[in-house]
């Protein structure tokens, strides 16, 4: 099973992921900010993630920094406002990204 890192500033939506992934079998690391999220990403080989972290610009930075530190992590990007992605060249850093509400089995399908 994979390590996954989490990246979400609503603590709601963070236990319910945690849940989700580790009882699909994969090993968990939660992160509701940018800093947590550098703390933990180098044990971890795919980090799902929310684009707002506080800011547009948190969440952009961290992809812009996850890459840097750890080129082979992958990065699925879930938010409910995806444009400023869409416009950004960390578009091409990310692997995939997906609209909220993203279904759980959607979720646990693109971490496999």
Same mark, same amino acid.
């Given at each position: 099973m994979a390590?996954?890192l989490?990246?979400?500033?609503?603590l709601d939506?963070l236990e319910l992921r945690?849940? %989700?992934?580790e009882?699909a079998g994969? +090993?968990?690391? @939660?992160?509701n900010?940018?800093?947590e999220?550098?703390?933990y990403a /180098?044990?971890?080989?795919?980090t799902v993630?929310d684009?707002?972290l506080r800011?547009v610009?948190?969440?952009?930075q %961290?992809?812009?920094?996850?890459?840097a +530190?750890?080129? @082979?992590m992958?990065i699925?990007?879930t938010?409910?406002?995806?444009? /400023?992605?869409?416009q950004?060249?960390?578009?091409?850093?990310?692997?995939l990204?997906?609209?909220?509400?993203v279904t759980p089995?959607l979720?646990?399908?693109?971490?496999?």
């Amino acid at each position: 099973m994979a390590r996954v890192l989490l990246v979400e500033d609503d603590l709601d939506q963070l236990e319910l992921r945690r849940l %989700l992934f580790e009882r699909a079998g994969h +090993q968990v690391f @939660r992160a509701n900010s940018y800093q947590e999220a550098l703390v933990y990403a /180098p044990a971890a080989e795919v980090t799902v993630m929310d684009l707002r972290l506080r800011s547009v610009d948190n969440g952009l930075q %961290l992809i812009r920094d996850l890459k840097a +530190q750890l080129p @082979r992590m992958r990065i699925i990007v879930t938010s409910g406002f995806l444009e /400023p992605l869409e416009q950004a060249p960390e578009r091409s850093l990310v692997d995939l990204q997906y609209q909220k509400p993203v279904t759980p089995s959607l979720l646990l399908e693109a971490v496999r």
